[in-house]
């Protein structure tokens, strides 16, 4: 029974988190809010006042914003699409009976932990790179002609790098996942000879499916925002300018704050029509 | 007859397993290889997998050239102030939110993770006008804070994870026995709390030493950490690929053994407790 003297207590101790994160969130959301209906160029002119919704209109009618939105959708897309499918296969794999699990699990989680300046820089330079990447050794080994990867095939591989940071945390999660997957149903299954395959669809598939959700939100969150990967890589050339990285050039390359921030509000909303579906879900859990 | 089945199936597993986990530690375990070759050895073609003479001469040249101990001291001061500061702003709340719920509770702990969903951004340069007005761009106490108020929601959320695991009954015990609030806090529950704010304590350091849009975007000569180092190697310093290997091991050696201890936090502190 929790009394009214610790219920305040709790307040109390409540209120610097709650706080901060207030000021965190409102203070620079209105601040875009403000100048996203301005013209306002520090560099030529500063705050030039006010234009209704020209910047919205602009950020969208601009040549670079449809590119941009399918960039954005191919990066996240693809790297959703390889780091599910074959999370989902590694982390049956992993679940098997085998020697040294411990020492795999340890590789495999491994690119997580690098940081995304580093992966960028070590995949273009030492793997991609058109005379000496492994790569085109590996390509000349064969006879082919060399690729410069990051300028021919620049999407895919942006979407090999990142995919390659985001794998590990698929395969952890779906891997915690499986684990609580009750073994006897599957035994049950056998017994009664149920094939792999349809163990596989009807059992295993449908237990995974809420980690899958959770890690398809959680990862479209964190990709739709990517920017050091494509930073140290292309700078946003080469058709890689995604909706996050547009922004970014809009208000610190051109320094045209009024069309950035609107960009800026589309950039909220698009990610919090994610966010209301994770949240739905982890409030769930929280009743439970 | 069935056992050598199983046998042969585990034998199968295990092949399949540590070539694929091979293939994909492959580029980490090729950077600190490199690391140690000189750079015509790096580039060399056949591609020298182990039979090379070993040098140190990269790690020497980059301590050297670039003031690497500043960048690292950067880092480490980032990582851990924001984190620090993170938790005792959060063990606070986590406790009031475990041990007193209220009817509000989890609306404020999903309205804490909502903050966590803004893209950076949209935010990006409210930030940047603030760090300017208030004289702290490019200095460390502006990302301690700003990294420290990104991770603050998971913070917040793996503590309460973590202390709503903790039972209740031996809170109102002590309460019986007479403790006040602080000897409740600094006896009973701090104890028991001390490894989840440790596994807290890990993970967090990890987002914040890894962080890299703020950390690039708001820094420039003095309080550049380790992300920001790497990036300088864009171009064209990129090109030497001993040296470079030997930045990048220095920068993610730390990180990759801290990583290990935290494997398992990292499911439930990432999914906000959504998979355990």
Redesign the interface.
């Known amino acids: 029974m929790a009394t009214q003297h610790s219920r305040s207590a709790a307040r109390i101790m409540m209120a610097p988190a709650v706080v901060l994160l207030l000021g965190w969130m409102l203070i620079p959301l209105i601040m875009t809010l403000i100048f996203s209906f301005k013209k306002y160029l520090p560099m030529r002119g500063g705050d030039l006042g006010w234009v209704g919704f020209e910047n919205y209109v602009r950020f969208v009618s601009s040549s670079a914003f449809w590119p941009s939105v399918s960039a954005t959708l191919i990066i996240v897309g693809g790297v959703l699409a390889i780091t599910i499918v074959f999370g989902i296969l590694l982390a049956i794999l992993l679940n098997q009976p085998m020697w040294g699990q411990g020492v795999v699990r340890i590789l495999v989680i491994a690119p997580f932990f690098v940081m995304p300046t580093v992966s960028a820089l070590v995949w273009k330079n030492m793997f991609m790179d058109p005379t000496n990447g492994l790569f085109a050794h590996l390509w000349r080994f064969f006879g082919a002609e060399p690729v410069s990867w990051l300028s021919e095939a620049s999407l895919p591989s942006i979407v090999l790098i990142v995919s390659w940071q985001w794998l590990p945390f698929a395969t952890l999660i779906l891997l915690t996942a499986i684990q609580s997957l009750d073994s006897e149903q599957l035994e049950a299954a056998e017994m009664d000879g149920a094939p792999p395959l349809k163990r596989f669809a009807f059992i295993t598939l449908p237990h995974l499916s809420r980690a899958v959700t959770i890690v398809l939100l959680i990862q479209t969150i964190f990709l739709l925002a990517i920017f050091a990967e494509i930073f140290v890589t292309t700078g946003g050339a080469f058709g890689t300018r995604t909706l996050t990285y547009l922004i970014f050039q809009r208000v610190l390359e051109s320094q045209n704050i009024g069309l950035g921030s609107a960009g800026g509000v589309y950039a909220i909303i698009l990610a919090n029509i994610v966010a209301i579906f994770l949240m739905r879900i982890v409030g769930k859990n929280l009743d439970a | 007859m069935a056992r050598s089945v199983?046998t042969q199936?585990?034998i199968i597993?295990?092949a399949?397993?540590?070539g694929?986990?091979?293939l994909?530690?492959f580029?980490?375990l090729?950077?600190i290889l490199?690391s140690f070759k000189t750079e015509a050895t790096a580039?060399a073609?056949?591609?020298v997998f182990l039979a090379f003479n070993w040098t140190m001469e990269n790690y020497t040249a980059v301590l050297e050239r670039s003031n690497y101990a500043k960048f690292l001291w950067n880092s480490i001061i980032i990582a851990g102030g924001s984190t620090i500061l993170g938790i005792i702003?959060?063990v606070?709340?986590a406790?009031?939110?475990a041990?007193?719920p209220?009817r509000r509770t989890?609306d404020?702990?999903?309205w804490?993770?909502?903050?966590k969903?803004?893209?950076?951004?949209?935010?990006?340069?409210?930030?940047?006008?603030?760090c300017i007005k208030l004289g702290i761009l490019d200095s460390r106490i502006a990302l301690v804070i700003i990294l420290m108020?990104m991770n603050?929601?998971i913070i917040?959320w793996m503590l309460y994870t973590y202390f709503r695991e903790i039972p209740g009954e031996i809170l109102e015990a002590a309460r019986m026995d007479g403790a006040s609030?602080k000897e409740e806090i600094l006896y009973v529950l701090t104890p028991m709390a001390i490894p989840g704010i440790a596994s807290t304590l890990l993970l967090n350091f990890?987002l914040a030493?890894?962080e890299?849009?703020w950390t690039?975007?708001l820094t420039a000569a003095n309080a550049a950490p380790?992300?920001?180092f790497?990036?300088s190697?864009?171009s064209p310093e990129?090109?030497f690929?001993a040296k470079?290997?030997a930045a990048?091991t220095m920068?993610?050696a730390p990180?990759?053994i801290?990583?290990?201890f935290s494997?398992k936090q990292?499911?439930s502190g990432?999914?906000?407790?959504?998979?355990?």
């Open positions: 199983k199936r585990k597993n295990t399949a397993a540590w694929i986990g091979l994909i530690f580029p980490i090729w950077t490199t580039i073609d056949p591609p702003i959060a606070p709340a406790w009031s939110m041990f007193v209220s989890k404020i702990l999903l804490m993770l909502s903050t969903m803004l893209p950076a951004v949209g935010v990006l340069y409210p930030i940047y006008l603030i108020l603050l929601p917040v609030l990890i030493w890894n890299a849009f690039l975007n380790l992300t920001a790497i990036a190697y864009s990129g090109l690929f470079l290997s990048s920068a993610i990180i990759l801290l990583g290990w494997q990292l499911v990432l999914t906000f407790g959504a998979v355990k």
